[in-house]
């Protein structure tokens, strides 16, 4: 491939510490029947390694020079598909609506949103892996009661089992990021989101609840529930957000709903 220099904007910082990428290969453990989306290939550290394992790669790439740069690297090869898409706003059910196996390096600076997106596809994926900022997976892994917990962390644990692997050093990339990054492996799951009435409802109220941290749950509630219904759940009204668990959210959604049905 041609000189290409890394493009900020696109949140660019190639991998090239090989023993760190046989670690994620390993990690996602690919199968020749699988089908694997690759987010963000670059330059195809991961890409590669994970072509020799399979019958059909997708990757998308919204960088055009990079996506260029890859459809002509492996034109010979019959296994790779090349879509020069944004990922933020694609639809994974184009490629396939079930047993997705979805990975990447990620764009840092578009991480949470992206991440937010796919949980829109999760009925479609079995598995995630990712590499993120390590703060960004702390915060997702996050239990109730530690300073990381979150909207985020509520949101993605409502949908998918979420483990934090091992953490990657910025010298294994070039050039290298500010921050120390980790891979998670993110398994989405039915467990919480079979008791959820409405999961719009649902999404809304822990956006209300952690909308603003300092405040009690009955202040960031204030409009949708009254404290009544609040103690009715068993759940303090003094309390703060990061103080409940994924259950304690599901039983406020689900009264929220049943109040304005
Ligand atoms: N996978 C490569 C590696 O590990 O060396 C590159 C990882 S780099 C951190 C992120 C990649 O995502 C870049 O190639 C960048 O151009 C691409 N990218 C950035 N924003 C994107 C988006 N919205 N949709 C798809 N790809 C994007």
Known sequence: MA????????????????????????????????????????????????????????????????????????AAKKNIVVHCVDALSYDFREISNQH??????????????????LL???????????MLQEEVVDRICATPGNKDYGRLSVMV??????????????????PPPKVMSAIIKLKPHNIFLKKIIDPPGFAHIVKLAF????????????GALEKNQIIDLNIAPGARAETLSVDDFIQLANSYHEENQ
């Open 100 to 117: 997705l196996h979805i990975v990447g390096n990620l764009p840092y600076n578009i991480s949470t949103p992206l991440i937010f997106h």
């Open 157 to 174: 644990q409502a949908h998918c089992h979420a483990e934090k692997l091992f953490t990657v050093n910025p010298g294994a990339f070039s």
């Open 3 to 74: 000189e290409h220099r890394a493009k900020k904007r696109f949140g660019q910082h190639f991998l090239h510490d090989q023993n760190i990428i046989h670690r994620i290969i390993t990690v996602i453990d690919p199968k020749h029947h699988q089908t694997i989306i690759e987010i963000g290939p670059g330059k195809g550290a991961l890409t590669f390694p994970l072509l020799e394992h399979l019958d059909i790669l997708h990757v998308l790439e919204l960088d055009r020079d990079l996506a260029q740069a890859l459809s002509k690297k492996y």
């Open 120 to 130: 829109r596809y999760h009925h479609s994926i079995d598995d995630m892996v990712f």
């Open 211 to 222: 909308s603003q941290r300092r405040k009690t749950l009955r202040n960031c509630l204030k």
